[in-house]
């Protein structure tokens, strides 16, 4: 539990300083944690509430995060050209230029240095292609029903559909709104 | 000092700044007798000063303090945990801190002075 605590803590650091030159970013690591392993070897028993207490010192991650980029004089990393072109490419890219866009705004997901990697992970998995996939669903099934012929689904098999199409078109809507929401939230000082 | 100028009309923005730019000499002023460890140094100025809620904030200054050449650092095995990490003042540091301590001196005096105007 206490080096879970501790794992947690540098996972945090790390994410929090994604931005800053790789050199740095190791170099601030390593110091923290030896700090928490000098704190550590000062302490009797090595129990829950003393890796708290440790870590509390310490302070937020993000706090220290923000000190660091100060003292290097980096500036924040804000949301911009980048970042609206990726949620928009990743939402109709994939209809705009099939399946390039999409992976156009998968690559410029992943260069941003606003996201952390949980949201680009949801960005690139919910839903890949984005729009692209209901849209060709869409077009395609009108095309081949077009006609005198009857050639329709049953009841169930229609209401089913009909399902896995709306979750098709709200999914990477939602996606795109929640990566919108945390651009924002990541650019505020 | 770039700092200052940003947060003119903010005083909690104005006293934040003011620390974080003391604070550097206040680390050179502790290395001034003795050469310390890095977690010494960062628990013995979080408690001198109280100046820091955080801990974990010291470590980018010292970081600051090792590129712009006013500390320097060598590595020291410990009896326990784990290597210790040394820092000493150099010469471009003892000038810096003699530097600003002259300065701090005819600064603190004069605002002193402006600030108590209106009781004497």
């Given at each position: 539990m206490t080096d879970k605590l501790i794992d947690r803590y540098l996972d945090d650091l790390r994410e929090d300083v994604r931005d800053l030159p790789r050199r740095r970013q190791e170099e601030l690591v390593a110091e923290i944690r030896d700090h928490i392993d000098s704190a550590l070897a000062e302490m009797p028993t090595r129990d829950d509430a003393g890796v708290r207490n440790i870590l509390e010192r310490l302070g937020d991650p993000a706090d220290i995060a923000d000190e660091a980029r100060e003292r290097m004089g980096i500036p924040k990393p804000k949301a911009g050209f980048r970042e609206t072109a990726a949620v928009i490419l990743l939402l109709i890219g994939g209809i705009l230029i099939p399946i390039i866009g999409w992976i156009i705004g998968l690559i410029l997901l992943w260069s941003s240095p606003v996201w952390t990697s949980r949201d680009k992970w949801i960005g690139s998995l919910i839903i890949p292609g984005g729009l692209m996939l209901p849209f060709e669903f869409f077009f395609f099934a009108s095309y081949t029903c077009?006609?005198?012929?009857?050639?329709g689904p049953s009841g169930l098999q229609q209401a089913a559909i009909t399902l896995g199409f709306a979750i098709a078109v709200a999914a990477p809507i939602v996606t795109a709104i929640y990566l919108a929401r945390r651009a924002a939230a990541l650019s505020r000082d | 000092m770039r700092h200052m100028v940003a947060s003119g009309h903010n005083s909690a923005g104005l006293i934040a700044q003011l620390r974080r730019g003391v604070l550097e000499y206040c680390v050179l002023a502790m290395l001034e007798s003795e050469e310390r460890y890095a977690f010494d140094l960062v628990r013995a100025l979080a408690e001198a000063t109280g100046?820091?809620?955080?801990?974990?904030?010291?470590y980018p200054m010292l970081s600051r303090l090792r590129r712009d050449g006013t500390v320097e650092t060598t590595w020291s095995e410990s009896p326990s945990g784990p290597p210790r990490r040394y820092y000493r003042l150099t010469v471009k540091g003892s000038r810096a801190l003699k530097e600003f301590r002259d300065e701090w001196i005819r600064f603190r005096d004069s605002v002193d002075t402006l600030l108590k105007g209106d009781e004497s």
């Open positions: 077009s006609g005198s012929d009857p050639c | 100046m820091v809620t955080s801990e974990g904030t010291i």
